[in-house]
Structure formats: C-alpha cells, structure tokens
C-alpha cells in the first residue's frame, strides 16, 4: 500500500534550537518527494523538492536529506523563529500519477 | 507570482444545502485539484482536471462534483451538503511546464460548516 508515514505528530521547541522532522514512504514506483509549509489558516507553500538521485538540498535555514534506499527523508530546521510555526507536510508522488500526502508534524516554536 | 484565490475564506450552509466553492488561477496553469483536509487525515484528493471540461475522480469523489468550463476557473460542487462534509477545502493548480517538477500552488482554503 502507497502510504507517507510522517512523526512526530507534533513538536514543541524553543525559539533558536533546531529540530528535525521525519517522513517515510513506502510509495512506489517513487517519482519525488516534496515538503510543504502551511501555515494555520493558508494553504501550503513549497519549500523543497528532491528526486532520486539528490541527497540534500537545502532552502535557506530548511535543509532536507533523502535515503531512497531506505524510503526516508528528514526535514532539518536550523536556528528556529516563531515564523517556523507551522505544519510540515510530506508529499511523495508516485510515478506519474497523483500525490500520497502524509498527515504532518505540527511544529510549535516558543519564545 | 502565482496566485491561486477561492470565493470564500468561510462558508456556513445546512444540511441539504447546494454548495458551490469557486477556485481561480491566475498563471495559465494546466492542472487544477480540489483537496479536503481534516485533523489527523492529511489532505485528500477530491477531482482534479488536466484541461478544460475534462475531469478526473480523485480518492474521495464520492458528494461532490466538478466543474472547470474556463482553464482559469475549477468549481466544486455539493450537491446536497451533509454534516460529514464539514471540512476545510483547498484548491491548488500546477503547470505542465514547471521545471522544478510539479509544484502545486495552494488556495487559502474555504472552512466550510455544514449544520
């Protein structure tokens, strides 16, 4: 079964510590894997896309890492602000066919 | 900058009701979707169309209906709203010649409560 398997559910940090999410899928064949921004109450924004062949990729203080071979990718959050407040979304599309959405990890940064 | 706007931000409507929740886009994009998203259920794909009048079930068609007569504009549509769609709804649209693959660009969403 194509599923994205995203922990934790939620997170609590303090402001400037960093914190890293984690997802894993079992979709294939894989095509890509993209993590989303949503803010509460908006409707998600892109921050990375990786494809099989990229390890790391890197969006300002966001940085994600993907292992094909194991189905994982992780979300690393450097120096967090009360702007990092969100929910981090998962998206594994599978060949060319629709996305697999995983549930989030809602990220709280407190001051 | 792409700019995907939909009718309402909030919607109230009763059970029975016929609902209609408009999206447009504003970037020529070829692919547009229409997604529920409820607490811990992630988002789920409703209909999305890949051109004009042309249409395809989701994993959740079931209530709903679509309408995308204009490449700019996708409607969604209850037909008969039931408490069970109570939901936020999001519409998102992506282009076909996207070089960074297949980015999807969100709506704010429309909340809508059905009493």
């Known amino acids: 079964k194509n599923q994205v398997e995203q922990s934790p559910q939620s997170l609590i940090i303090l402001e400037g510590k960093n914190c890293t999410l984690q997802c894993n899928y079992t979709v294939s064949p894989f095509s890509n894997l993209r993590w989303y921004k949503q803010d509460t109450g908006r409707g998600p924004v892109s921050l990375t896309i990786?494809?099989?062949?990229?390890n790391t990729k890197s969006n300002g203080r966001y940085t994600a890492t993907l292992d094909a071979d194991t189905k994982q990718s992780s979300l690393h959050i450097t120096a967090s602000q009360l702007s990092d407040s969100a929910s981090y979304i998962c998206?594994?599309?599978?060949?060319?066919?629709?996305?697999?959405f995983g549930k989030g990890t809602m990220l709280l940064v407190s001051p | 900058d792409v700019k995907v706007t939909q009718s309402s931000r909030y919607l109230v409507k009763r059970t029975g009701e016929k609902v209609f929740l408009e999206c447009v886009q504003d970037?020529?994009?070829?692919?547009m979707f229409w997604y529920r998203q409820d607490p811990g259920l992630g988002l789920r794909l409703i209909y999305f169309?890949?051109?004009?009048?042309?249409?395809e079930k989701g994993d959740i068609p079931e209530g709903y209906s679509v309408s995308r007569e204009k490449k700019e504009r996708f409607s969604l549509i209850l037909e008969s709203a039931s408490t069970n769609q109570t939901s936020m709804y999001l519409c998102?649209?992506?282009?076909?010649?996207?070089?960074?693959?297949?980015?999807?660009?969100f709506g704010p969403g429309t909340r809508l409560t059905v009493l």
């Open positions: 998102a649209s992506s282009s076909d010649r996207d070089s960074s693959g297949d980015t999807q660009y």
């Open positions: 998206v594994v599309r599978r060949g060319y066919s629709t996305l697999t």
């Open positions: 169309s890949y051109d004009v009048k042309m249409k």
């Open positions: 970037m020529d994009h070829e692919n």
């Open positions: 990786m494809t099989f062949s990229e």
